[in-house]
C-alpha cells in the first residue's frame, strides 16, 4: 500500500521536478547560461499567482495565468538587466564570463528572495488546488490536484518537445546549440535566438512555481533551494540534455519521496546530494551528458 | 601595487588600523574585529577563484570544519592554541577533498560539489545537533578576551599577517603559475608545471587561512554558529566582498569586506532590504566595474604612468 503511494507521490512530484528543471537545461544548452536565480523566478510566479487569486479575487485558473505571466516578466527581467549586459560587457574576458554569470545570476536571486520577503514576508503560501477534490488509484486516496500536475507537466514537456522538434523555430534553437557561430553565417540573429529561449524558459519556470504553490506551497525562503535541486536535477542528467534531466528529475523525486516516506521526512534533500556526489566522481558529465 | 605609492598606502592603513582603538568606541571596534575576520575569508577565497581560477561556492565549508572542529577540541578540555592548530588542520583535510573533485572537474560542475559540501555540511551539524548545538550554535568554554580592545588587537594582528603572506604568496611564481593553470591548464601543463600539486597547494593554502580564521571567530565570539559561518549566504558575502574589491588582487578583498560589513551597519535601520540593496550594489559594480574597486584603481594609475 505504502508502496503504491509512494509510486503515485513520487510521480507528480517528480514530474513538476523535471519541468522546473528542463527550462534550465534548455538554456545551458542554448545559451550556455547557468540562471542560479531560476528559485527565485519559481517563486515570484508561485507568489504572485497566489497573490492575484486571493487578493484580487482572479480565481485559481486567473491567478495561474498571472503566475505564469509573472514568470515570463521576470524572465526578460532576468535577461535584459543581468545577464545580456554581462555577455556584451568589453571589460570582461571571454573566459571569465561564466563565473561572472553566475555570480551576477547569484546576486540577483538574492535580491528576488530578499524582495520578495519584504513584500509576501517568508511564510509559505499554498495556492488553492486548481480541482479539488479526491480520487482513487487502485485503492490510494489521491489529491486530483497531483493528477492534473502530473498530466499538465507532462502536456508541457509534450509542447516542448514539439516546438524543439517539429517546428522551424525549434531547428534554430538545435542548431545554436550544437554550433551558434554556424547559425550566425546562415544569416540568422543569435540574440532573437536567445530571447525565444528565455521566453520558452519564463514559461516554464513560471508554470513550475504556480503548480508548486498548489502542492507544497511556496516562500521566499525556497528560492534557494529550489535552484540547488533545479541545479542537482540538471547536473545528474547532464548539462543540456533535455531526456537526462527527465531521467534525473525522477530519480531525484523518488528518491526523496522514498526517505520522505520511509526513513524521516526531515532528511527528503539528503539523498539527492549523496546521489549527485556520487554520480559527480563516478560520470562527471551526468547520465546522458554530452562532454 | 608593488610600488613606493602601494607601499605607503598599506603603510596608511596599517597605522589607521593602530590607531583606531585610541579614537573608535567599543561598539564600532567589535565590528571592525569582525570585518578584519571576514577580510581573512575574502582573501583566502580570492587565493581559489583570482588565482587558481576555481569557482568555490563552499568557503563556509573550509571556515565552518575549522570552527566547529575547534570548538568541538575546545569542549574536550583542550587549549585556545592547539585548538587553533586542530581547527587549520581539519580545514585543510576539507581542502584536500574539496581539490580532488577540482582536479577532475571543469566550472560550473566543480561548482556544484563545493556547494552540496556546505549542503552535506549543514545537515550533519543539524543531525548531530546533540554535540554540535545544531542551528541554534555550539558554546565553546574558552574565548580569547573579554575585551574588545584585546581582540581587535588579535583580529588586526592576524589579518595583517595573513594578508601579507597570502599577498606576497600570490605575487611570487607560485601566484604567476597558478594563474596560468587556472586561464589554461594544458598549456601549463606543457610548460612542464605539475598543475596537480600547484592546485592542491592553493586548495591547502586556503584552507588553512579559512579555517584559522573560523576558529578565530569561533573563540572570538564564543560560539560557532551555522547562521554566521556554514550558511550559504555568508558563503555568498565573501564571494560579494572579493568581486567588489577586485578579484586577483587579494587586497581588495579587505576592502570588499570593510565596505560589505560596514556598508550593513549604516544601513541597518533598513532592515531586510538591506541585503537587497548591498547585492543591488554589488550586481552593478559587477555589470559597470567587472574588475572591482581595486583593479578599477589600479587600471586608471597604470593608464597614467
Redesign the interface.
Known sequence: MIGLQILIDGFAISSLYGVAAVGFTLMFGVCGVLNLAHGGIMVIAGLIGWWAAVNHSAGPYGGAVIGILAGLIASYVTYFAVVRPLQKSRAIPPEEQEIFILTGTLLWGIMIQVGLDYLFTNNPVTMQALIPGVMHIFGVRTPRNEGLIAVVCWAAIGALYLLVNKTPVGKQLLAASINPRGLTLLGFELSHIYLIVWTVYGLLAGLAGVLLATFFGVSSANAGSLTASAFTIVILGGLGSVPGSLIAAYVVGYAETITAYLIAPTLRPIPALLILVIALYIRPQGILGRR | MRTPTGYALALVAVAIGLSAPFWLGNYWLGILTVAFYFSVFAMSWDLL?GFAGE?NFGPTFLIGLGAYSAGLMNNAGLGIPLCLVGGALTAIVGGVLLAL?AL??R???F???T??AV??LL?AIVIFAGITGGEIGMMVPSVLSVSAVTNYWYALGFLVISAIILFFLSRSSLGLILQATG?DRIEAAALGFNVTKFKLAAFCISALFSGLAGAMVTFYQGTASVDQMVD??IA?QI??AV?FGGRRTILGGILGALFLILFQQLLLPLG??N??IV??I??LV??L???GVLGYALRLMERRT
Do not use: E, H, K, M
Open positions: 577563484f569557482v573533485p577532475r572537474l566550472g560550473p560542475y561548482g556544484l560539489v556547494l552540496v549542503l552535506l545537515d586561464q550559504l549566504s555568498v564571494i560579494i568581486v531586510q532590504l541585503t537587497f547585492s543591488g554589488a550586481l559587477i555589470i566595474f567587472p574588475d
